[in-house]
C-alpha cells in the first residue's frame, strides 16, 4: 500500500491563479516527520518545508503555505498567486521515527505543476 | 558550499558493462541514501548506510552494489548494466539522529543503458 499518495498527477494554471497540491499519508506512527520537496526542470531535489505530527500549525512562508490535518492525514500545499517559475514537479515525503534513528522516507509519485503566462 | 556531489551528470552505457556512480557529501552527515527516480515516477531507495562501514539494502536493491569507506563517499555500482536499470539516479544525505532531519540531493546522474 502506498504510504503517500499525491493523487494528481499533473496541474496547468495560469500564472496568478492559487493552486493546491494535495498530499495524503497512510502512518501508524505517532511521532512522524512530513516534507514537501521541489523537483524544477533543471532536475534537482529542493527542500521546501518539514513538518511533525505533533505540530498542526498552519505554516506560511511568502506565497506558499502549507495544510496539515491529523484527522485526515493530509499534508496539502498551497502556491498563491502562482509564477512561472514555480513550476516543478513537487514531493511530498513521509519520515517515520525508528528506534535506530533511521530515517527512511517514503515519496508520493509527485504533482508536475504547469503554470503558463 | 557543495552539499551533495554526484558524478558523472550524464552517462550512456551497453547492455552488460559496469559503471560506478560517485556520490560524496562534505556536511559531514553519517546518513547516505541512494535513490532511482523512473520517469513520471516518485523516488524509489536503492541502498542507504547509516555511518562507514554499515550498509544496507533499501526496496530495490538488485543489480546494484555500495560501499561507504569513509563518512564522506558513497558510490553506488552497476556490475552489469540492463535496460530496466535506465533512471535518475539521486544519491542524498542527512544529519545524524532523528527521523526529522530532511535528506539533502545531489544534482542527480542520469543513466541510459541501450
Known amino acids: 500500500a502506498q504510504k503517500v499518495t499525491q493523487a494528481q498527477t499533473e496541474i496547468s494554471v495560469v500564472e496568478k491563479e492559487d493552486v493546491t497540491l494535495d498530499c495524503v499519508y497512510e502512518?501508524?506512527?505517532?511521532?512522524?516527520?512530513l516534507f514537501w520537496y521541489k523537483q524544477p526542470p533543471s532536475g534537482e531535489l529542493v527542500f521546501l518545508i518539514r513538518?511533525?505530527?505533533?505540530?498542526?500549525q498552519n505554516e506560511i512562508s511568502g506565497r506558499y503555505s502549507w495544510n496539515f490535518q491529523k484527522s485526515t492525514s493530509s499534508f496539502n500545499f498551497t502556491i498563491t498567486a502562482s509564477q512561472v517559475v514555480d513550476s516543478a514537479v513537487y514531493f511530498c515525503?513521509?519520515?517515520?521515527?525508528?528506534?535506530?534513528?533511521?530515517?527512511?522516507?517514503?515519496f508520493g509519485s509527485g504533482t508536475k505543476l504547469n503554470v503558463k503566462p | 558550499n557543495a552539499g551533495v556531489t554526484q558524478t558523472p551528470k550524464f552517462r550512456i552505457l551497453k547492455i552488460g558493462q559496469s559503471m560506478t556512480l560517485q556520490c560524496t557529501q562534505d556536511?559531514?552527515?553519517?546518513?547516505m541514501y541512494w535513490y532511482r527516480q523512473d520517469p513520471g515516477m516518485g523516488l524509489k531507495l536503492i541502498y542507504y548506510?547509516?555511518?562507514?562501514?554499515?550498509?544496507d539494502k533499501g526496496e530495490v536493491p538488485n543489480g546494484y552494489n555500495v560501499s561507504r569507506s569513509t563518512t564522506e563517499d558513497f558510490p553506488l555500482r552497476l556490475e552489469l548494466a540492463a535496460p530496466s536499470q535506465t533512471s535518475v539516479y539521486f544519491c542524498?544525505?542527512?544529519?545524524?539522529?532523528?527521523?526529522?532531519?530532511?535528506?539533502?540531493f545531489g544534482d542527480g546522474t542520469r543513466l541510459s543503458i541501450l
Open positions: 513538518r511533525n505530527s505533533f505540530d498542526e
Open positions: 515525503a513521509l519520515s517515520e521515527a525508528r528506534g535506530d534513528n533511521f530515517n527512511k522516507f517514503y
Open positions: 556536511m559531514n552527515h553519517n546518513y
Open positions: 548506510s547509516v555511518g562507514a562501514g554499515i550498509t
Open positions: 502512518t501508524r506512527d505517532t511521532t512522524y516527520y
Open positions: 542524498a544525505s542527512s544529519a545524524l539522529t532523528g527521523s526529522n532531519q530532511p535528506q539533502h
